[in-house]
């Protein structure tokens, strides 16, 4: 299930960016971030894949989504220019920006590559 962080919330799980000038994630388990807007429609296009991400790596990884409009601050912090915007956070160094709608394919790949995460279910 994918979690919706205020700001509060993002500075305890992911980057405390009020007390650190440097990168230093703050979370247990490596995360996917989801900058998004209710009226963006690629963002609605997306939603339904990080759902099914969430629950196929459950224990492994967690999707967080960020709306933009209501978090005006985290958006900047990111200097998010273009929604959807997917913010890949490994547990150790830096995490990887991308944007766009991307399918299903591109996102396990950034998975495996960027977070260290393989997924061992088999899917028919």
């Not at 500075?11 to 900058?35: A, Q, R």
């Not at 429609?41 to 629950?55: D, F, G, V």
């Not at 991307?102 to 950034?110: D, H, I, R, W």
Request: a negative charge; glycine letters at 4%.
């Amino acid at each position: 299930m994918t979690e919706h962080l205020k700001k509060e919330d993002f500075k305890s799980k992911v980057f405390d960016f009020e007390k650190n000038e440097e990168w230093k994630f703050e979370g247990n388990l490596p995360c996917i971030i989801d900058f998004y807007a209710d009226w963006c429609a690629p963002c609605k296009m997306i939603a339904p894949i990080l759902e099914e991400i969430s629950e196929e790596y459950k224990g492994k990884l967690n999707v967080y989504k960020v709306n933009t409009e209501q978090e005006q601050e985290l958006a900047s912090v990111f200097s998010i220019r273009s929604i959807p915007s997917i913010l890949f956070v490994p547990k150790s160094g830096n995490p990887q920006m991308a944007a766009g709608a991307l399918p299903k394919a591109n996102l396990e790949n950034a998975i495996r590559e960027v977070l260290g995460v393989t997924n061992m279910q088999v899917t028919a």
